[in-house]
């Protein structure tokens, strides 16, 4: 069932069940299925229109659909968090289209872009893109001989340098930064996109059966490092940077996993880094688009057939259920070519469609909000300044 949240024509809340198809434009879709309000069924459609900042609006095709949403209005809008069971409703799913802006219409090749992880994967896919949409890119990775093949592959040296780098040594990374700005002076994307499963099996089930005083060997946690500890180094690296551009700020876009909303047993580790990156995300991108003009957002990729994925794995998935690298570009476009400031969204690329998840409601209501309210003092004492968020507790 694809569920999205809506307004009807009064103004409140309306569920939706069933499944999109487009209409018409890339920003219209009619839904086949029931409103879990009114139960008009699916002729005629309701039909939903994508407007700024992801917001969908639910138009009645006709008299009798609009009496019927009428009364729906006058029901509790409680009914909502009922219908969503209290959990993470996505603000509305689209299908993933890249978009169809490229270097000709721009004519130049100033903006600049490094991207982690491009020596393999989606990110030599992505670099590859952003190259043709006229960036200047950084092709960032640890094999420097992966790295100059992406750079040849691409066959324009002016615009395209390979920086080799270890994304869990903050030192390694802030030589690479200083050395693209030192090339370009300037930077104006960073996807933080490099990623490793885990190195090894955290539930230790070999140990069954050592004696008491045999304790297990130290976990490697390469994948904390360079999936979660990396990311933090890179952030803070990127702000620093593009605090020095020309008009101060950036856009950074993180790759994390669906596995950071649903765990997936096999990666323990990895889904843990992962779902710290969406929380770190969510945390910080309001204070970095308020204080630096720099929009932090993460890209949650479904099952992509990447050389960490296991060939007889991907095999094991149907079709169907796959994410081609095409839809995971697509997430980065919404996020790059953005004009209305949106920061902190988690976009889930999930096969052919693109879906926004929100946080969680507040289980115990304004309680529980008070629990992770800002309070300035400390936050002051902390940082350094004070946040200046409008919900802070003075």
Known sequence: MVVASGYASGGKPAILSGGYRQSGSSTAYEIDGLCTRCGTGAAPYHKVIVL????????????ELARSNSAMMNESSDDRADANAKGMVNDHIENATTSSSTVNER??????????????????????????????????GRNAAAGQSVVDQIADPEHTRFFQCHLDSYASQAEMYKAVWSIWGR???????????????????????????EVPPEPDLQCTDVDYKGVIYGVQLATHFMRHNATPGGKI??????????????????????AAVIQYVRGVAPLLRMKENIFLNVVMPGA????????????????????????IIAAHDRFIEDQDGICGQALEGSADKLVYYNLPEYGNGYKTKRAVTVWEPLFEMTHGEGSGLPDAIP
């Open 52 to 63: 700024k900042r992801c917001v969908i609006r639910l138009v009645a095709q006709n008299d």
């Open 107 to 140: 004519g130049d090749h100033d903006r600049v872009v490094i991207v982690t992880g491009a020596t393999s994967g989606m990110g030599i896919d992505l670099a590859k893109h952003l190259h043709q949409k006229g960036w200047k890119v950084a092709v960032v």
């Open 187 to 213: 930077l104006d994307l960073v996807c933080a996109n490099a990623g490793i499963v885990d190195k090894g099996s955290l539930y230790q089930f070999a140990w069954r059966g050592k004696c008491v005083d």
């Open 253 to 274: 876009i993180v790759n994390a996993s669906i596995g950071g909303i649903f765990p997936h047993r096999t990666y323990p580790e990895y889904c843990g880094a992962k």
């Open 304 to 327: 992509v057939a990447t050389p960490i994925v296991p060939k007889a794995m991907i095999e094991a998935v149907s079709p169907d259920c796959l994410t081609p690298v095409s839809t």
